[in-house]
Structure formats: structure tokens, C-alpha cells
């Protein structure tokens, strides 16, 4: 499931998806209970590990 951005919705990603057979589901606007997986995960993400990177951390990623 992916959001409803326009990133999500360009040819680009249908076409690679489509070339990996991965299916491309977009979920309903302002109902993320259609995306609870991922929801759930970016939950975990943002309370055990964004708490645990300091600055010095961060600057490597870019």
C-alpha cells in the first residue's frame, strides 16, 4: 500500500513496479487504517529509533 502522493502516482513507479511484478495499491486519502502495517512501523520508527540519533548521527545520511 502507498500513499496518495504524487511520487506514488508518477509512470515511473507503475513502470518499475510493474517490470518487478510487484502490485501497486494506493490507499484511500486520510484513512491510515488502510495502511496499518506501515503506519505501525513508522510508530516504532519514530519513538525507538529518531530518539536515539543525535546530529552527528544524521549528518552521514545525506
Known amino acids: 500500500y502507498v500513499d496518495n502522493g504524487s511520487s506514488y502516482r ?3 513507479l507503475s513502470l ?3 517490470k518487478l511484478g ?4 494506493h490507499a484511500r486519502p486520510y484513512r ?3 495502511k ?3 503506519e505501525r512501523w513508522f510508530k516504532t ?3 525507538q529509533l529518531l530518539i536515539r540519533l543525535t546530529n552527528d548521527d ?3 545520511l545525506e
Do not use: E, W, Y
Open 16 to 18: 518499475v513496479c510493474a
Open 58 to 60: 544524521t549528518g552521514s
Open 45 to 47: 520508527v519514530r519513538g
Open 32 to 34: 491510515p487504517q488502510g
Open 36 to 38: 496499518g502495517k506501515i
Open 10 to 12: 508518477s509512470n515511473h
Open 22 to 25: 510487484v502490485a501497486l495499491i
